[in-house]
């Protein structure tokens, strides 16, 4: 019998539960993947507690995994039974095994591990766009990476220090503020007791950053458009404290002709070509040894509300995975 951890109502992690489902056979373009891992996302928190669409309920969270082919359904070209696999952003991940559109999944290197997949999919792919094409970091730019020290900033701040970039990261405690330095910060900000951006004018000559990558939301908004250079940019790309509340772009005139947009990885995977094109550029990252996959915590999928209790929490840095077999 299969097992997938469901929601039947929207609320704490005490909805998460672990349940015997039926995973039926592949369609047309589909395969049933047999996962070995899962991956554990803050969109996962915002969909079990209500904050975005879980669709219809009871409903199987998580968007994220790795594990093999096991069946083909008619029309699938390019994979085979046994194939390793892996795919972010597509819903019902916390499964032992799943139906998924063949088109979704992306054929996994030997140099790359189940578990550093479903570590990386998701947080690499968002790292990313977020740095080759929401905002493509040039070399001497100062940016500001919120959660320096969690899943997606970990990799930002990585792979944004490889691009040349003077990062300042947030991160909220002084143990975090070391994993942020490892991961090539130069600076730190312990933004729960330092304004962010006087800290901010202090380290760039009163300049202010090119880029503000605020995945904080509600909490932070204001202070990131605050510690942005003239024509800078506010990435705001997550809601962990909070929706952001509404504004008008009005403000953004005096603070310098200022952009904000709200991206999602969503669209940045929308096609094969561009799904690929990030693949391509993440594992090459890996490979060239500009980014170290970490991951710092691992649990059972069938303790997936611990695993949500620890997130919320802000226990967890780093990646964590879900192990389901
Ligand atoms: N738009 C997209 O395409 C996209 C894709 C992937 C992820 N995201 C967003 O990226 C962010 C990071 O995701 P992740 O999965 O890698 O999680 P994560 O960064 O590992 O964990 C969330 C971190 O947010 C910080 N935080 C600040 N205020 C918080 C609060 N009130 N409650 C909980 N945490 C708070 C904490 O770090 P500190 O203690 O250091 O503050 C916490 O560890 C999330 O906002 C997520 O929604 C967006």
């Given at each position: 019998?299969?097992?997938a ?6 609320g ?5 539960r ?16 047999r996962?070995?891992?899962?991956g554990?996302n803050?969109?996962?928190v915002?969909?079990?507690?209500g ?7 009871p409903?199987?969270?998580g968007m ?5 082919v096991?069946?083909?359904g ?6 085979a039974?046994g ?8 819903q019902?991940?916390y ?6 559109a ?6 996994l ?8 997949a ?5 947080k ?7 740095l080759?094409?929401t905002?493509?970091?040039?070399p001497?730019?100062a940016i500001?990476?919120y ?5 997606v900033?970990s ?5 944004a220090?490889h691009?040349?970039?003077r ?8 143990a975090k ?9 130069d600076h ?6 330092e ?8 380290l ?10 605020d995945?904080?939301g509600?909490?932070t ?6 510690a942005?250079?003239?024509f800078?940019?506010l990435a705001?790309y ?7 509340e ?11 002709s200022l952009y ?11 096609t094969?070509?561009?799904?690929e ?5 993440l594992f ?6 500009k980014?170290h ?8 999928l ?5 695993a ?9 840095t ?8």
């Open positions: 019998m299969t097992h951890i469901r929601i039947h109502q929207v704490g992690p005490e909805q998460l672990w349940e015997a489902v039926d995973v039926g056979t592949p369609g047309a373009g589909q395969v049933r993947v996962h070995t891992v899962c554990l803050y969109i996962d915002y969909q079990r507690d904050l975005y669409p879980a669709g219809e309920l409903a199987v969270l994220e995994a790795a594990g093999v096991e069946a083909l008619e029309d699938v070209d390019g994979l039974v194939d390793r696999v892996a795919y972010p952003m597509c019902g991940a499964a032992e095994a799943r139906l998924i063949a088109d979704k999944l992306v054929r290197p030997q140099t790359i591990s189940d578990r550093q479903a570590a990386i999919m998701l690499g792919l968002t790292a990313h766009y977020l080759f094409r905002y493509a970091v040039q001497g730019d500001l990476v959660a320096a020290a969690g899943g900033g990799l930002l701040c990585q792979w220090k691009l040349g970039a990062v300042i990261g947030c991160v909220g405690s002084e503020a070391d994993i942020a330095r490892d991961n090539g910060c730190t900000i312990l933004y729960r007791n304004d962010i951006p006087s800290r901010v004018r202090e760039t000559d009163g300049e202010g950053v090119a880029v503000a990558y995945s904080v509600k909490d908004f204001m202070a990131s458009l605050d942005l250079r003239p800078g940019v705001s997550g809601n962990a404290s909070g929706k952001v509404p504004f008008s772009p009005a403000i953004l005139a005096p603070k310098g904000v947009t709200r991206p999602t990885l969503a669209t940045h995977i929308a094969r070509a561009l799904l094109e990030g693949v391509t550029r090459g990252a890996i490979s060239d040894g980014l996959i970490q991951i710092n915590q691992s649990y059972a069938a303790d997936t509300a611990m949500h209790r620890d997130l919320e929490a802000r226990k967890t780093g990646s964590t995975v879900l192990l389901a077999e």
